[in-house]
């Protein structure tokens, strides 16, 4: 039987849920191992695969009736209450670290730079799917506006969300980062970003698991390393649950 990366994923995920590998799951020298192939991975997989080669996308009569959410459902926060009552007209991205010129975007600003639709399945490491047509900023786009460094070699999505007694943070490389259907979404089926699905701005990267895809993004870092943020991992997920930081599809 051959199984395919995503399928792989899933199994892997849910093997916490079988007792009898209760004990494999728990040793560290198993974790480092998965961890290590981890990187095996994103080496062959860019190897053999074009860099901007697409992921599928469908066509409208292919959405799913309702977009389920996944992970956070809002944030918690007066502040964020606040934006979320005033329809975010105050909300700014940030856009700092190893860039030539920090920014600070408001919605409207966003909005008005060239945007992108793009009709994709969003997959889940829980084992689910849906199709959304998503509508927002590329990327490439705000980084160039902002004169990302050549010592970049990720960028770091920080998010008004809490995971435990932190803010959720995400990260990726500048392969992902620039890649065309990379970008920040305000828009959902048409409509502005819901709430639950990471309003007013939400990462779109379409050849990575859904954990990969930040809600609720207030800022982006240039980095050169992501040894010296929160659990040094690449994201929240990453380092409290030993998620694959590199989850290419």
């Known amino acids: 039987m051959i199984l395919s990366r995503r399928s792989l994923i899933g199994a892997l995920a849910a093997t ?14 198993f974790r480092d191992g998965l961890r290590s192939a981890e990187g095996l991975t994103m080496r062959a997989q860019r190897l053999i695969t074009d860099r901007t080669a697409l992921a599928r996308e469908f066509s409208e009569t292919d959405l799913s009736p309702t977009f389920r959410p996944n992970g956070s459902r809002g944030p918690t926060s007066a502040d964020y209450a606040a934006h979320a009552a005033a329809g975010f007209a105050n909300w700014r ?12 975007l408001s919605m409207a600003h966003l909005r008005r730079l060239p945007a992108r639709t793009q009709i994709t399945r969003h997959d889940c ?12 900023t590329p990327l490439a786009l705000i980084l160039h506006g902002a004169g990302v460094s050549s010592r970049a070699r990720f960028i770091v999505f920080h998010c008004a969300d809490e995971f435990g007694t932190v803010r959720y943070y995400e990260s990726i490389d ?23 699905n990471g ?9 990575q698991l859904g954990y990969k895809h930040a809600k609720y993004v207030e800022r982006i870092e240039a980095v050169e390393s992501l040894a010296g943020i929160e659990g040094g991992k690449g994201g929240s997920w990453e380092d409290r649950s030993d998620y694959a930081w590199y989850a290419g599809i």
Do not use: F, Y
Not at 93 to 104: I, R, T, Y
Not at 125 to 136: N, P, R
């Open 16 to 29: 916490p849920l079988l007792t009898g590998c209760d004990r494999l799951t728990e040793s560290q020298g």
């Open 93 to 104: 991205l940030k856009v700092d670290g190893l860039v030539a010129q920090p920014l600070a």
């Open 199 to 207: 309003a007013p701005l939400r990462l779109r990267v379409e050849r």
């Open 174 to 196: 500048m392969v992902d980062a620039l890649h065309p259907q990379t970008i920040l979404a305000w828009g959902l089926n048409g409509k502005m970003l819901p709430i639950e």
């Open 125 to 136: 490491v829980e084992g689910w799917s849906a199709i959304g047509k998503w509508t927002g």
